[in-house]
């Protein structure tokens, strides 16, 4: 019942009522903690940011275990400003989703550190997969890959382009763009960003 007046609240563009209820709940669940993370991201204060580290260290590692829970903790810290416990968050992570990534480079990009997103980028290596020639690994590495959606692919490279065209640097832009598989490259999205980007980069 409270998680469902938690999610209304939420609809309704109430969050500091989610978050008022949320304090009642006992041994809230992997949803709800989402749920909150997600309205500390709406809010994104000081105050939202003082529960954040008030109630994270009190939920079970195996929570952060979830990708779910990871991205919203991390997105939450980024737009709250707080990009030290988001990196701190990342670098303790044992599986890195697309998801993972997707958020951490996307705050970066906020809070106006580009060069940090693509040295995050650099880490994901999905060009492993294409450049890999043993079959048993190319089936192992796209079984991989599944386990996150085609949106989470695009949201890495919208990210990565965004933070080129942040940076403006030519030479560093053709190098990464010739990163993206050529699937992506007729996505809308993407082809905005591409303009944008050698808009900005002359």
Request: proline letters at 3%.
């Given at each position: ?35 909150v ?5 709406q ?57 993972v ?15 940090e ?6 880490e ?39 933070a ?39």
């Open positions: 019942m409270l998680i469902r007046l938690s999610i209304g609240y939420i609809k309704n563009k109430s969050a500091k009522k989610a978050i008022d209820l949320f304090r009642e709940i006992k041994d809230p669940d992997e949803i709800t903690i989402t749920l993370f997600n309205v500390c991201t809010l994104g204060t000081e105050k939202e940011l003082n529960l954040l580290k008030t109630i994270s260290p009190k939920f079970c590692n195996t929570f952060y275990s979830n990708p779910y829970v990871l991205t919203s903790l991390i997105d939450a810290f980024m737009k709250c400003g707080d990009v030290t416990s988001a990196k701190s968050l990342f670098d303790k992570s044992t599986k890195k989703t697309l998801l990534y997707g958020a951490m480079m996307t705050g970066l990009i906020v809070n106006d550190q580009e060069d997103a693509i040295a995050i980028f650099n994901i290596h999905l060009d492993e997969f294409y450049r890999e020639n043993h079959s048993e690994k190319q089936m192992k590495l796209l079984s991989e890959l599944k386990h996150d959606r085609f949106e989470s692919n695009i949201t890495i490279y919208l990210c990565l382009l965004k080129l065209a942040k940076l403006g640097m030519l030479d560093k832009a053709q190098s990464f763009v010739q990163q993206i598989p050529t699937v992506f490259l007729t996505d809308y999205p993407i082809r905005n960003a591409l303009i944008h980007m050698w808009i900005r980069s002359n």
